[in-house]
C-alpha cells in the first residue's frame, strides 16, 4: 500500500538498541548493514503494513494471511496489543483474511482501518487496540414511523436502521436481501444463510415485526403448465396449527394466490409430482416467496419485481456517499449499541486519507442532514483510505519524508525492495534485501528522527530498515567467485590480514585495515577447503588448510612455494587450531576416527600419539593457555566438550557435560581475565564453561536456531572487553553477551547467506556470505 512520512522530531520516542555491527570495508557492494530488526509473530505471509505515531510511539501495524492483525512498537520490537481479526463466517465457521492495511486520524486520534477478503473495513483504535467500528455504506436516508431514519449496509449483509434524532439504532436485519412495499408498508427481505433451504423471511422496517410465516412444502406438481405447491401447517402450539388448518394448502407459484378448493382436489389427483421446492413464505394469505433446496430461494407475485429493484448488493459495502459536495463514509459502532458517525474523507490531494474528521455523531440530539445516495458518483472507500483500488494488485510504493523525501521505495516485480531517487527514478544504492520470501508491501516512517522503511515478506516477517545511509559505499571489489566456505586470521609481514578459501579453489588474503588483497590470489587447491587457520614458520605465515579427507594443505601465500600435504590418518580432519608448544608453533588436528592429533608445521610430523578419548568423531577444536601451559578444548557428536594438556596429553578433569546432542562447535576466549571455553551444540543451546574450575558458568543460553551455522567468539569493542559470541543464522549474523546470556545488539543482515565467520583483532568479525567477505567492526569504535 502507499504510505507518506512527513518525517518526525528528533524524540520521537526512545532510540533502538545501538546497532551493534557496521561495515568497515566489503569485496563489493556493502552488504545491507540498513536493517534494524524483524517482527516475528504472524504464521503465514504478511500481506500489509502501516505505520503511525501513537503517543509518541513509532507503531506498525500489519495483515496477514493468517487472518490476523498485529499491532507493533517500532523501538522495542514487542506487540502493543492481542492480535485482531476480522468476521468469522457462521456457516463455514472460516475467519475472513485480511488483504490490506492502512493508518490515518480520526479527530486527532490515531486508527487503524483494515480492508478483509468479505469485503469488510474495520476500524481499530491504536491506543487500546480495541474496536473502533465498521465503515457501512449508506443504502437511503428515509422516514419511518415519523422518523428521520438513516439506511445502512454493512458488508457481512447486516441492514441497519439508525434514529438520526436519539442515535439508537432501530433495528438491525441480518442476511438482509431486498427492500419493498407491501401493502403500503416499507418492508425488508431477509434470506437465512445457514439454512440449507435459504428461508426467506419478511420484516416491516418501521416496527421490526416478522410479517411473514415459513411453512413447509409436502409436495410440488405441476398442472396444465402451472407449478403448484402443497404446503403443511406450523407445527406447535394448539393455536398455530388451528391456523394452519384454516390456511389454505395448495399455490399457485407463478402468481403467490391460493387454489381454490374445487380446482385444489383435481390437481391432488391429477398433477405430476416434482421436486425442488421446500418451504413457502406466506404473508396475509399471500406466498410471497419459496425457498429451493441449494439454491437462492425465488420471490413471487408482488414482491418479485421490488426484489429486483430493491436488491441490497453486498458487494457495494464499502461504497462512499456524498454530502454537500464532499466525499464521506459511515461508521457503525463496535458494539452492538454503538453510534453511527459520518467521516469527512479529507484528502492529500493524491486521493488518500492522511485525516478524518468525526463532522457528526448520531445522538447528537441536532437535526442531522438527509444523505443523498448517488452510487453514479460515489467511489470505493479503500481506494480513499489507501491509494489503491483493492489493496492488492499495484506495486506498493512508499515515500520517505522528512530528512530523506529524496527517496522512494518500490516493490519491484522480483519481491525485493528498490530504493530510488524521487526526482530521477534511479537507484540509490542496493536494494533491501534480507526477506527469505517475496517483499508484499512496504511503508515507511521516522524513529528518533531517522527516516526508517517497513516491509511485509511472504516468509511471514516485518522487518525494519534505517535508510539515514543508502547510498553504496564505493566501487565493487574483485574477490572469489565462488562461495567462501572457510576464512581465518594472521599477521603477514606485520600487517594484520584475513585469509579466506572459496568455492572457486583459491586461498586470498586480505588487509584487514583497507580491505584490499596484499598478495595474488592462490588457486588450483584440491577440493573443497572447510577448515583453515594460519601459522608462522621460520618467520613467515603459512596457511594450513583441512578438506574433505585425511591430508593438511600447507602454503605459502606471499612465497609461491608448492602447495604441499600431510596425511593424518584421522580419516578427515573436521577442525584446525593452532598452539605454541615449548616455544614452537603446533597445529591441533580433530578427526572423523575420534582423535586429537598434534603437529610441528616445521616437520610436518606429529608430536606425541593422538589424543583419545571421545566416543564419537571429535568436531571442533579451539586453544588457550590455563595456568601457563598450552591446553586445547575439543567438542564431539557424544556431547561431550574435553580439555587436554598438550604438553603431555593427557585430559584434563572430567568430560563437560550439559548438552544434549551433538557439539558443533567450541571456541576459547578470556572473561574477567580467566580462560573460559563457549560450545554450541545440535540441541540449539550455548554453554560457557570455566576452565580453571571445569564448571559451566550460567545456565545454557538458548535462541540459537541454527546449530551448524558458522561461530566466533569475540570482544564488544569500544573497550568494553566484554566477550560476544557471534553465529552465523542464514543470511544473518546474531551476537550474545556471553556474560548476561541476552543477544548483544541487532542482528547484521546479509544479502546472501553467512558461509564463514571469524573473529579479528579490536572486536571485529570478518564474514564470508557468498563469494563476498565483509569486515565487520562494532558501530561505537
Not at 262 to 277: F, I, K, N, Q
Not at 419 to 441: E, I, N, S, Y
Not at 575 to 590: C, E, H, I, S
Amino acid at each position: 500500500m502507499s504510505e507518506t512520512s512527513a518525517g518526525a522530531p528528533d524524540d520521537v520516542n526512545a532510540p533502538l538498541p545501538d546497532q551493534r555491527w557496521t561495515v568497515q570495508w566489503a569485496d563489493g557492494p556493502v552488504p545491507n548493514h540498513r536493517r534494524l530488526r524483524s517482527l516475528t509473530g504472524h504464521s503465514a505471509p504478511v500481506r500489509s503494513v502501516a505505520t503511525a505515531v501513537v503517543d509518541g510511539r513509532a507503531v506498525v501495524v500489519s495483515g496477514s494471511r493468517d487472518t490476523t492483525v498485529r499491532f507493533w512498537d517500532l523501538a522495542t520490537g514487542e506487540q502493543l496489543h492481542a492480535p485482531v481479526t476480522g468476521r468469522t463466517d457462521p456457516v463455514s465457521s472460516m475467519t475472513t483474511g485480511v488483504l490490506s492495511v492502512a493508518t490515518a486520524e480520526a479527530d486527532g486520534r490515531p486508527v487503524a482501518l483494515t480492508l478483509h477478503e468479505d469485503d469488510s473495513v474495520l476500524a481499530w483504535d491504536l491506543a487500546t487496540g480495541r474496536a473502533a467500528g465498521e465503515f457501512v455504506r449508506l443504502v437511503e436516508s428515509t422516514v419511518l414511523e415519523g422518523r428521520r431514519v438513516l439506511l445502512t449496509l454493512g458488508a457481512d449483509g447486516t441492514l441497519g436502521a439508525w434514529d438520526l434524532l436519539t442515535g439508537s439504532r432501530v433495528g438491525a436485519f441480518p442476511s438482509a436481501a431486498g427492500l419493498a412495499v407491501l401493502e403500503g408498508r416499507r418492508v425488508v427481505l431477509t434470506v437465512d444463510d445457514i439454512a440449507v433451504d435459504r428461508t426467506v423471511r419478511v420484516w416491516d422496517l418501521g416496527t421490526g415485526e416478522q410479517l411473514a410465516r415459513s411453512v413447509e412444502v409436502e409436495r410440488t406438481l405441476t398442472l396444465d403448465g402451472r407449478v403448484l405447491a402443497v404446503t403443511a401447517g406450523e407445527a406447535g402450539t394448539a393455536e398455530a396449527e388451528a391456523e394452519a388448518e384454516a390456511e389454505p394448502r395448495l399455490w399457485d407459484l407463478a402468481t403467490g394466490e391460493p387454489v381454490p378448493a374445487p380446482s385444489a382436489a383435481a390437481a391432488l389427483s391429477r398433477g405430476t409430482e416434482v421436486g425442488g421446492v421446500s418451504t413457502a413464505t406466506v404473508v396475509h394469505g399471500r406466498l410471497v416467496a419459496v425457498g429451493l433446496d441449494g439454491e437462492e430461494p425465488r420471490f413471487i407475485g408482488p414482491l418479485a419485481l421490488a426484489r429486483q429493484n430493491g436488491a441490497l448488493a453486498r458487494h457495494r459495502a464499502r461504497e462512499t456517499a456524498l454530502l454537500d459536495g464532499r466525499t464521506v463514509a459511515l461508521t457503525a459502532g463496535a458494539d452492538e449499541d454503538g453510534t453511527l458517525r459520518i467521516w469527512d474523507l479529507a484528502d492529500d490531494g493524491q486521493q488518500r486519507v492522511t485525516g478524518i474528521r468525526v463532522i457528526r455523531s448520531v445522538g447528537a440530539g441536532e437535526a442531522a442532514p438527509v444523505l443523498p445516495h448517488e452510487p453514479e458518483r460515489a467511489g470505493d472507500l479503500w481506494q480513499r483510505l489507501s491509494g489503491r483500488p483493492t489493496g492488492t494488485g499495484n506495486a506498493p510504493v512508499a515515500v520517505v519524508g522528512g530528512r530523506g523525501d529524496r527517496i522512494a521505495l518500490t516493490v519491484e516485480a522480483d519481491g525485493t525492495v528498490a530504493v530510488r531517487d524521487r526526482a530521477t527514478g534511479r537507484p540509490v544504492g542496493p536494494p533491501l534485501t534480507g526477506h527469505t520470501g517475496k517483499v508484499q508491501d512496504v511503508a515507511t516512517t521516522a524513529l528518533a528522527g531517522r527516516p526508517v522503511a517497513v516491509t511485509a515478506g511472504a516468509d511471514h516477517t516485518i522487518r525494519t530498515w534505517d535508510l539515514t545511509h543508502v547510498q553504496g559505499d564505493g566501487p565493487p571489489r574483485s574477490g572469489h567467485t565462488g562461495t567462501v566456505c572457510a576464512l581465518t586470521t594472521g599477521v603477514l609481514d606485520g600487517t594484520p590480514v584475513a585469509v579466506t578459501a572459496g568455492a572457486d579453489h583459491a586461498v586470498r588474503v586480505w588487509d584487514l585495515a583497507a580491505g584490499q588483497q596484499v598478495t595474488a590470489p592462490v588457486t588450483g587447491l584440491e577440493g573443497e577447503v572447510t577448515a583453515m587457520v594460519t601459522v608462522v614458520v621460520d618467520g613467515r605465515m603459512l596457511v594450513v588448510t583441512a578438506g574433505c579427507g585425511d591430508a593438511l594443505g600447507l602454503l605459502d601465500p606471499v612465497g609461491g612455494h608448492p602447495h604441499e600435504s600431510v596425511t593424518t590418518g584421522q580419516g578427515r580432519v573436521l577442525a584446525l587450531a593452532t598452539a605454541t608448544l615449548t616455544g614452537r608453533p603446533v597445529l591441533v588436528t580433530a578427526g572423523a576416527d575420534r582423535t586429537v592429533a598434534v603437529w610441528d608445521p616445521a616437520t610436518r610430523r606429529a608430536v606425541g600419539e593422538p589424543l583419545t578419548g571421545h566416543s564419537s568423531r571429535v568436531t571442533s577444536v579451539a586453544t588457550v593457555e590455563l595456568a601457563g601451559r598450552p591446553v586445547a578444548v575439543t567438542g564431539s557428536w557424544d556431547r561431550t566438550v574435553r580439555v587436554w594438556d598438550l604438553t603431555d596429553g593427557r585430559q584434563l578433569g572430567e568430560p563437560l557435560t550439559g548438552h544434549t546432542d551433538w557439539v558443533t562447535s567450541v571456541a576459547t576466549v578470556l572473561v574477567d581475565g580467566r580462560p573460559a571455553a563457549v560450545s554450541r551444540s545440535r540441541d540449539k543451546t550455548v554453554c560457557l564453561w570455566d576452565l580453571a574450575t571445569m564448571r559451566q558458568i550460567g545456565g545454557a543460553r538458548t535462541g540459537h536456531a541454527d546449530p551448524n551455522g558458522p561461530m566466533a567468539v569475540t570482544g564488544a569493542g569500544a573497550g568494553a572487553g566484554l566477550p560476544v559470541v557471534a553465529v552465523g543464522q542464514g543470511q544473518t549474523v546474531r551476537c550474545w553477551d556471553l556474560a548476561t546470556g541476552h543477544e548483544a545488539g541487532n542482528e547484521y543482515v546479509l544479502p546472501l547467506a553467512v558461509g564463514a565467520l571469524g573473529a579479528a583483532p579490536g572486536g571485529r568479525l570478518v564474514v564470508g556470505f557468498g563469494p563476498e567477505v565483509a569486515l565487520l567492526r562494532p558501530a561505537a569504535d
